[in-house]
């Protein structure tokens, strides 16, 4: 509704107040009070102060053109000069129906409490004033409480929040090293078995070759330094046994050493699947990177059941461990055992959950304090890239929900192939 429109139908209230005249010189703390009482009502609409119009009990107005009209630069100055925080206003004439009238528009008073700045008698530095309905109250306790809250509430609180990558410095864009699949477990290991697969099959491709007495000897050279190796191992592990205390392992021993050539085939075949677990250790925890996100609140308040959710491309170039790849032991013995897969892990790792388009992780913050920074996960996100992935960046959406947000926090951070 415009001025010309509250003028004719409207009555005095919290937003709306009229003025016979505008304020005399003597007058002006009544100004500065008015003003400030309308800049701190609860209400989130303009306020008006219309000079040149009367208003009776009975509801009726009568007019009465303004001789002059004040400087509004005047004006201005001297709210500037009294009130705190600065009080947003705007003065202009109006013609309404032959009338010369003025009226003062008081708006965006969205940094409340507006506080006297110094002494201008009869009000004092640090005292407030309230309109409610059509009467002007000192400002109480139970006012500020209730601007205090109404300010809380009412602020975009991600204006106040930062995630970025954890790295030095933070940043929206983290540079990740390719992986080497050059010494995956289960290629070490089936190399391992294909030189003793070799060596059997020239011992059988030797036995069926006629043999001179030239050839015959080196047989058995052959036989004598085979019969020496053993025995040298033999006598090593004796040693070896021997120096073990009550939970020792010892070194491990060549354990294809023996097998026929059929059971080292049938190892050979299903070396990869045997040692999945040991490749997945090796790329996601020796080649593969730790990713985490360092978040920082610097709102006026703590943001309590906080999620982070993150989106990424099914990107080829790219794998995310569904959780967190603990080193496996091939030990025969009951003695060797990985005592870091005995101690209790109390940190969660975050929940992964892959799809044929998308790759999305999720963490649960609990509570975000104010002005602290911390890390996303408990646990850092392990990611590998392929060998061969191109330097185009990785794109992936972030969005934080908690309450007191008025909405998610949503911003987009980048992965780059070294």
Not at 18 to 25: E, G, I, L, Q, R
Not at 156 to 167: K, T
Not at 185 to 205: C, F, N, T, W, Y
Not at 248 to 270: H, T
């Amino acid at each position: 509704m415009n001025i010309e429109d509250r003028i004719r139908y409207e009555g005095e209230s919290t937003t709306l107040d009229f003025k016979k005249a505008y304020y005399a010189a003597q007058r002006r703390a009544e100004l500065i009070s008015d003003v400030m009482a309308m800049a701190n009502a609860d209400t989130r609409d303009d306020r008006f102060i219309v000079f040149g119009v009367k208003h009776t009990p009975d509801g009726s107005k009568t007019f009465h053109s303004l001789e002059s009209i004040p400087d509004p630069a005047e004006i201005e100055q001297l709210l500037l000069e009294n009130i705190e925080p600065a009080v947003q206003v705007e003065f202009s004439p109006l013609d309404y129906e032959g009338h010369d009238l003025a009226y003062l528009r008081i708006y965006n008073c969205n940094d409340k409490p507006y506080l006297m700045r110094k002494d201008f008698s009869p009000l004092t530095k640090g005292t407030g004033k309230i309109r409610k309905g059509t009467t002007t109250l000192p400002l109480l306790r139970a006012d500020l409480d209730r601007i205090y809250e109404d300010k809380v509430q009412s602020q975009d609180l991600r204006q106040f929040l930062s995630i970025q990558w954890d790295c030095d410095p933070p940043s929206k864009e983290i540079t990740v090293r390719r992986s080497k699949n050059d010494h995956l477990p289960s290629k070490v290991e089936a190399a391992k078995i294909q030189s003793h697969i070799d060596r059997l099959l020239r011992i059988e491709s030797d036995k069926k070759l006629p043999r001179s007495g030239a050839t015959a000897n080196l047989a058995i050279q052959g036989m004598m330094s085979d019969w020496i190796e053993q025995t040298e191992q033999i006598a090593a592990l004796g040693r070896s046994l021997s120096s073990l205390g009550p939970y020792g392992s010892g070194k491990p021993q060549d354990r294809y050493k023996g097998l026929s050539l059929d059971e080292l085939i049938a190892r050979l075949e299903r070396v990869a699947q045997d040692l999945r677990e040991e490749d997945v250790f090796y790329l996601f925890m020796e080649q593969g990177f730790a990713l985490n996100l360092q978040i920082l609140n610097e709102g006026p308040q703590y943001l309590d059941d906080a999620v982070l959710i993150l989106t990424l491309p099914n990107d080829p170039r790219l794998k995310v461990a569904s959780k967190a790849p603990k080193k496996p032991s091939r030990s025969s013995s009951p003695f060797d055992f990985n005592l870091q897969n005995l101690t209790p892990d109390l940190k969660v790792y975050p929940s992964v959950e892959t799809t044929e388009e998308e790759i999305t992780v999720q963490a649960h913050l609990k509570q975000l304090q104010n002005g602290v920074p911390r890390e996303a996960f408990q646990k850092p996100l392990r990611i590998v890239l392929h060998p061969e992935a191109n330097p185009e960046p990785i794109p992936v959406r972030l969005k934080l929900v908690a309450r007191g947000l008025q909405s998610p926090f949503e911003d987009l951070l980048f992965i780059r192939p070294e």
